[in-house]
């Protein structure tokens, strides 16, 4: 089994920025994709953002030139910064790994973005 931990959430005003981090342990042979996605209230999940194998990174149009997602490979964790959030950022973020054994998600943390 794989498990994801995440943390990082919290409550920021707008314009502040927040990190989340997600760290993956167990039976890790190899990872394929690390990423984070994020639902809303009343919306579907949705991709934020997202890293492979090689380093290459793909991000939703919404939080480009915001949001950097980066990998520490020798501990499988995966990090998102969150610069300049919006009040529209607010969701629960989660993490999601694709390794060799199938895909794991993590347990979701809350980041509410308010004044």
């Known amino acids: 089994q794989v498990q994801l931990v995440e943390s990082g959430g919290g409550l920021v005003q707008p314009g502040g920025s927040l990190r989340l981090s997600c760290a993956a342990s167990?039976?890790?042979?190899?990872?394929?994709?690390m990423g984070w996605y994020r639902q809303a209230p009343g919306k579907e999940r949705e991709l934020v953002a997202s890293?492979?194998?090689?380093?290459?990174?793909n991000y939703a149009d919404s939080v480009k030139g915001r949001f950097i997602i980066s990998r520490e490979f020798a501990k499988n964790t995966v990090y998102l910064q969150m610069n300049s959030l919006k009040p529209e950022d607010t969701a629960v973020y989660s993490c999601?790994?694709?390794?060799?054994?199938?895909?794991?998600w993590g347990q979701g943390t809350q980041v509410t973005v308010s004044s």
């Open positions: 999601n790994v694709v390794h060799g054994t199938g895909t794991s």
């Open positions: 167990g039976n890790i042979f190899i990872i394929y994709a």
């Open positions: 890293i492979i194998s090689d380093g290459s990174t």
